[in-house]
């Protein structure tokens, strides 16, 4: 029984292979989107981990030379000898390569590829040819070598690592080190530096700006685009199980009638389903792999450039991102097929078995439809003037949403009825008539636009807001020329001598690390200068704000210890033991984790004596920052310590025009994919437009007028879902700006508009309804006549 | 006798040897030395490393006391393990130093462990004049009978000095140490007799502090048979003046192979072969989540020995790479002492 | 004379071979003038009321209207033609379904150029359909549907109705009302009817009529 079951199951699709080819692809485009950016997320996030695991940069403090050159490896032992817990780093270019040279044995916090607590190959890593640790591609690039290759996908891109000994043979650097990373915990007595050695600092490992927590708002980002395109495609598979069910009601009526059982005919279509997800789902996997081996360049060098953070520019093939896209695949035709089994297994059996004009939603149907998106909307509200918390920050998103495709259709009717009653000539009236008995057919495809486009204009909307405010921030933060890092007591006088004769100011940052309002942060000073005074904005502040903290009488504190330890502006707070000052201002702060508060640099002084400055800014003309660094340089300042404000702001900008490579690039997929919604939708219509359209034909409207009529019917639909979209993603952009970014990351980003943005993105949507009715259009124009006659006619 | 410290350098030679902890030491040893019979001990050459054999230690322990007799304990450990049976210059030397130091109060215990190379100047051990060092922790001195001792860690640190006021014993078959019914065997001998004063630092204080001190040098390549999972090892110090070694290799939850050395206090050195020497616990106590027995019954009736055997502080657990429990005791009885005991296999 | 069909030829192409379906078919008619075209299934005669209706175009031969030859029309031109001059009812599927029964009724008048409120209420009214202006085509039964595409045609007062087994999905009594309505109606606006049928009996109520039989006139 089953093979002649399955095979009856199988002739609809056999018939019907438009229908297939729009199951599998909706399908088949979603996975991919999907997969796609899970795939980026994932190198990315895998590349963090890499470089935070095999460099530990910005998480140890380092030891290295004032003058640059190379530490020596006696120097490296007499520092070990003296009681200081530093391990040795030998790094160097081999054909264009990172080579990195490690000594597990002392590395802290477990780095580099073999480590004594994971019970690696110490022996194969420490003794003989030894081994080399990097991505495939590194050593393609890299070439042959003595000792043995080990592919990791771990390690940072266009790195290798290896033994500290075989690092030094490869880079003929025996007897010498790069830099030397200070484990965190250092045993009692050890001496100080320069009663070791000479010609050595310290720099201190960038504190507060953890890589992965600041690109999470990038790949936030990604993520819902991810999210969002997945949800198109999902409704795209919904109508096409829903339109297919319903065509093979009869079919179903007549085997039940023969004697096969439902339950059994249920579970053959699940399987039929399932077969169909899995060929999809593959297909959908390997596409998400092309979306982001193309994408994954602009992504790695937005992350490089806006963070530091190293990112692959190829893809690495990973097991678990293979089956989190097949699940998917398979996750989302459950959800696609679920109603539609729900409804064929409570079918009655002597059901009328006619095949209904799919989708035609009733009275009844209609009613709920509304109901759940008021009730949906509703919720949306009432989160979001209500509830807290990023569960709830999602929640607002996935009802407003929800809510708002669900309402799309009943909208559109309400525009065009208003709009036939408007309209004077009777082929006006059809039209706009007639264009609204196509919403059913067409609202799931309308819907996946309305999603598409407002996630759009929202994302495009957030990556905008955030570099403009990114901008202004840095203007704000970066107010000084220079800024100069000093190791020590010593250094700082020789910098002050150098510097302060040539600088128009210079401003010293004291900084100790303090719990405020029992959350972690940071305590800074703040000289009493005119450039605070210019530069500086506040969320909120009392009037005067600097005269305040200049007379010692407040703080200021920055937007993520107000909103985390709700502060408000004149709450107490405790700066040092038995110190309380209101607070007077607050600050926005952008990419640090930590709270932060400032007082005026007197009272730093009086309450925190034990803390010398170490970091400067220095005010200067801009042409004179150069020979600035060249004085300092030659005054034995070490120039990796010095870092210039206009190249960080250059820089800065270059990278967000690569973020936007990488939003327009996903803006135009995932209107690909709901153009593709239309595209299939007006497809599957057509045979049923054919009565439709016949007696107006017959009546004297030529068909390629009425070819004409469907391609503005398509762009209207379009342009009127993209109106109802523009609210919709400006809303969506709100939630992430002021809700979700406030709850993942502590602070709220302003919200800009970019009507120009949203202008083209409109066009965009034009263009991709235009693409997508063009050839259904087409095909009905070029309708010959005696296809167009047999509606009429008995034979029918 | 230490042997499963030396396990934790041990097993870096293979990820399945970490695996199997402990157990690894039974491995096989191809191309490095096994210990022999009959073997002449050269000094001080034999105070220095001994590269052909897979693993060795200079392993120290102290029980002190300061002005007010309150009692501590302090250990000071060097682990030599090869990865191969040579010695070189230059980082890809196959031998690896580490390093445990221990303070124990009644009311805390301390620990830190180190890792170096061989080969690069970071660690070692030269016979003339002795030093054993590793980062800025040495054991050193003229000779083998005045030293200088120091160790630290973030925590705490000491700086002691050693004079020796007996000879050196030599455990088993004249330093030939048996370990198992299967013929695994160490050299092993020992320095019991030091008299050690200096000064403990820790989170309570600088603490002056003297007392005894037990130097343990031992090298093997494969000390231990397959079935062979932990052991309980006893120093222990009575006011007689005598001083009893005990240590039994438990297999599974069997007391397995068991040895003692009985020392005279002239240094006169008497070996009890397997089954004399018997410990039973008495008490265990929760070790960090672990039941570790903190309290022994101790018999050797050969010498009269019948004693409970007592953790100064049950806490004394060395959370290392290779965690394992070492730390001071106290001896009631048949005789009334101090010492220090070792127990592996209960992690 | 209204309408001169001179030696008309029409084939289709199916399944690869090539059928006649007219092979030299002429007629004529005048105004106020009804016609019956009656023939057994595939003799031809829808297809010839298709060509007379502008809706398709003859292989060979001339089909004047009017005075106007409208073979040589192309697309626009035969569908203004559908528009200005001609009506066409068929035998199902008649109404644009979006639009309501008076919407319908209107629909052709409005884009003839040629409504008249007034007389589209008058018709409706005529055909028993002045309760129904409001409701969906979908909403109406099979001879209701009918009535109202009749009224439509007559109510943009083509020179020429054309119907294609107008009644076939009626019963028997209702088809004769049906009929009647159209036969009185058409005269009474000076236009000529010429009707498919393959009933004798609804045939016999007509002026004239013309048997086809495989493609020619019997």
Known sequence: MTPTVLRALFSHWRRNKLQLFTLLAGLALATALWSGVQAINAEARASYDAAAATLGEGQFDQIVRADGEPIAQADYIALRRAGWLVSPVVEGRLNGQRLVGLDPLTAPGGLGPVTLEEGSDVSAFVTGAGQVFAQAATFAALGPTEA??????????????????????????????????????????????????????????????????????????????????????????????????????????????????????????????????????????????????????????????????DVGGTLQIRPAWWLSGMAIAVGGTALAAGAALWKLARMPLLAAAQPRAWALSGGKALFWQAGAA???????????????????????????????????????????????????????????????????????????????????????????????????????????????????????????????????????????????????AELFSARDEQTYRDNWTFLQSVSQPWDVLARGEGVLINEQLFRRADLALGAMVEVAEGVTLPVIGIYGDYGNPIGQAIITEELFQTLYPEVQPTRFGVRIPAEEVQSLRTALKEAGLADANMIDQAGIKA?????????????????????????????????????LRVPQLAPIWALGITRRQLGFYELCRAMLLAVLTAAVALPLGLALAWVLLSVINVEAFGWKLPMFVFPAEYLRLGLFALVAACIASAWPAIRLARTPPAHLLKVFSNER | MNVKLAAAGFVLWSTSAWAQGFAGLGQTSEGFSDPTPGYSFVFPDDHAAHPEYRIEWWYLTANLADEHGTPYGLQWTLFRSALAPRATDGWDSPQIWMAHAAVTTPDGHYVTERFARDGVGQAGVTATPFEAWIDEWHLRGSSFDTMEMRAGGPEFSFDMSLVASGPLVFHGDEGFSVKSGEGQASYYYSQPFFDISGTLETPEGRIAVTGNAWLDREWSSAPLSENQTGWDWFSLSFEDGTKLMGFQVREGADAGYTYASWIEPDGALTPYANGAFRAEPLRTSDVGGRDVPTEWRVVLTEQGIDVTVTALNNDAWMDVSVPYWEGPVRVSGSHDGVGYLEMTGYE | MLLSVEDIKKSFRSAGSVVDILRGVSLTLDAGETLALTGESGSGKSTLLHLVGGLDAPDSGTIMLDGQDITTLDDAGRAALRRAQVGVVFQQFNLIPSLSVADNIAFQARIAGRYDPKQSAEMAARMGLAEQMRKYPEQLSGGQQQRVAIARTLAARPRLVLADEPTGNLDEATADDVLDLMVEMTKASGAALLMVTHSERLAARLDRRLHLRAGAVA
Not at chain 1, 403 to 416: D, E, F, H, T, V
Not at chain 1, 427 to 438: C, I
Not at chain 1, 467 to 495: H, I, K, M, P, S
Not at chain 1, 657 to 684: P, Y
């Open chain 1, 651 to 687: 820089f800065s900008l270059e990278v967000f025009d690569r973020t936007f490579t990488v939003t327009t690039a996903l803006n135009i997929l995932t209107l690909a994919v709901a153009g593709f919604a239309i595209l299939m939708s007006l497809l599957t219509l057509a045979a």
């Open chain 1, 374 to 520: 008021v009730g949906l909307l509703l919720m949306s509200v009432l989160l979001g003037v209500f509830a807290s918390g990023i569960a709830a920050g999602f929640g607002l998103l996935a009802s407003l949403l929800i809510g708002a495709a669900l309402a799309l259709p009943l909208i559109l009717s309400a525009i065009l009825s208003v709009a036939r009653k408007l309209a004077r000539g009777p082929v006006a009236q059809w039209f706009w008539a007639d264009t609204r008995q196509q919403l059913p057919g067409l609202s799931l495809a309308l819907m996946a636009l309305l999603l598409a486009m407002s996630a759009n204009v929202g994302v495009s909307t957030m990556v905008s807001s955030f570099r403009l405010t990114f901008v202004g921030f840095l203007d704000q933060v970066l107010n000084a020329e220079l800024y100069v890092y000093t190791a020590d007591e010593a250094e700082t006088a020789t910098f002050l001598q150098v510097a302060e004769p040539l600088a128009n100011a210079i401003l010293p940052l004291m900084s100790t690390d303090r719990s405020i309002a029992s959350l972690p």
């Open chain 1, 148 to 309: 043995t290759q080990v592919i990791s996908p771990d390690v940072a891109p266009g790195t290798i690592l290896t033994d500290i000994g075989v690092a030094q043979r490869l880079l003929g650097a025996e007897g010498q080190v790069q830099r030397l990373l200070v484990a965190p915990d250092q045993p009692l007595g050890q001496p100080s530096l320069d009663e070791i050695t000479d010609g050595l600092v310290r720099q201190v490992a960038q504190g507060g700006s953890d890589v992965g927590r600041l690109t999470d708002s990038f790949h936030l980002n990604l993520t819902a685009f991810g999210f969002l395109s997945f949800a198109v495609g999902i409704f795209i598979v919904n109508g096409a199980i829903g339109l297919a069910f319903e065509q093979r009601r009869s079919v179903v009526r007549t085997m039940r009638a023969l004697g096969v059982p439902l339950n059994w005919l249920i579970l053959l279509m699940c399987f039929e389903l399932l077969l169909f997800a899995v060929i999809a789902g593959a297909i959908g996997v390997a596409l998400g792999y092309v979306i982001a081996a193309s994408l994954l360049p602009d992504v790695a060098a937005t992350l490089r450039g806006l963070y530091g953070a």
